[in-house]
T-cell receptor
């Protein structure tokens, strides 16, 4: 079945360091890969996404890379700040071209001041 | 623009009782999704609507869960009867276009359900 694996489940870094979260997906037909940030008790919010026709996308301190051959994609956060602390979810669009998303299990990022 | 609205925000019920959740998507959004997010896991799609039609309900436990979007705008999700394992956050999301890959989904704040 459709599956997205996300690692690590928890990540602790010092303020100013970089953080990397990795995901692998099972459906080779997936073409859309969003990343959501969810603060405690709040709604998931889209922070960046990438489509299969590009290999890398950057937005200020956040970047995402995609390797379609290996079926994995990664989120990179540079110069981390305490407000980056949250749970991050990767997702991939599921089969059938309906737009449904298959989410990873989440990564709890803690940025220590 | 106003975001996705959901109510109630919290609900506590006993097992075997029924419960209903309401979602109002962003104005003009054609596609609406209901997700279940169990503590410590990512959201899992329960049902997807395009306007007032069902696109995907393959993971909806139809013996106890039902959902409707009669006028193609707001939607309700019902559980009857509830089980302990239904304790979760129920997230509603909407996207502007017709159902299709690559549409950005905007999430509501969720309804946190606790079944005792």
């Amino acid at each position: 079945g459709e599956n997205v694996e996300q690692h690590p489940s928890t990540l602790s870094v010092q303020e100013g360091d970089s953080a990397v979260i990795k995901c692998t997906y099972s459906d080779s037909a997936s073409n859309y890969f969003p990343w959501y940030k969810q603060e405690l008790g709040k709604r998931p919010q889209l922070i960046i996404d990438i489509r299969s026709n590009v290999g890398e996308k950057k937005d200020q301190r956040i970047a995402v890379t995609l390797n379609k051959t290996a079926k994995h994609f990664s989120l990179h956060i540079t110069e981390t700040q305490p407000e980056d602390s949250a749970v991050y979810f990767c997702a991939a669009d599921g089969s059938g071209n309906t737009g449904k998303l298959i989410f990873g299990q989440g990564t709890t990022l803690q940025v220590k001041p | 623009e106003a975001g996705v609205a959901q109510s109630p925000r919290y609900k506590i019920i006993e097992k075997r009782q029924s419960v209903a959740f309401w979602c109002n998507p962003i104005s003009g959004h054609a596609t609406l999704y209901w997700y279940q997010q169990i503590l410590g896991q990512g959201p899992k799609l329960l049902i997807q609507f395009q306007n007032n039609g069902v696109v995907d309900d393959s993971q909806l436990p139809k013996d106890r869960f039902s959902a409707e979007r009669l006028k193609g705008v707001d939607s309700t999700l019902k559980i009857q009867p509830a089980k302990l394992e239904d304790s979760a956050v129920y997230l509603c999301a909407s996207s502007p276009g017709l159902a299709g890959a690559g549409e950005t989904q905007y999430f509501g704040p969720g309804t946190r359900l606790l079944v005792l």
